[in-house]
């Protein structure tokens, strides 16, 4: 989710499965406290090295925890990472390992954590067979885009 984009789309949501920066989570908050909400939330972790993956880095991911639970308008719920483009078994699992890895990290101090979201309509067998707990699934769902 971008900024700016906040003010239009928070009315309309009730999971944001993409916070992937401190100064989003900040945002989010004022916005979420203003309006008198506490905004359920997926942080965003990078399993992959691609340019155009966000999220917080792994080694990031702790700290960034830490700083973003405390924010009052916002309910951490879980992490979210989207693999790599590719068809490569190995390199997919590699990826969904590391963002289950890191949930179970962050659940030993964070048991209410619950959601580990990762896999799309191209790789979300595999990522349940890794653990995940939520998948998206667009183009299975209503095809593939335009």
Known sequence: MQE???NKVLPWVFLIQS???LSLARALDHRARRDGRRIP??????TSP???KHGFLPEELPEAHG???VLPGLDVQGLMTI???TSELRTLRASFRQARRLFEILQTGAPELGILSMGMSDDFEIAIEEGATMVRLGSALIGPRD
Not at 41 to 46: P, Q
């Open 4 to 6: 700016n984009k906040i």
């Open 19 to 21: 916070l992937d920066s």
């Open 41 to 46: 939330v997926l942080l965003e972790v990078k």
């Open 50 to 52: 691609e340019p155009s």
């Open 67 to 69: 700083a973003i639970a």
């Open 83 to 85: 693999a790599p483009f």
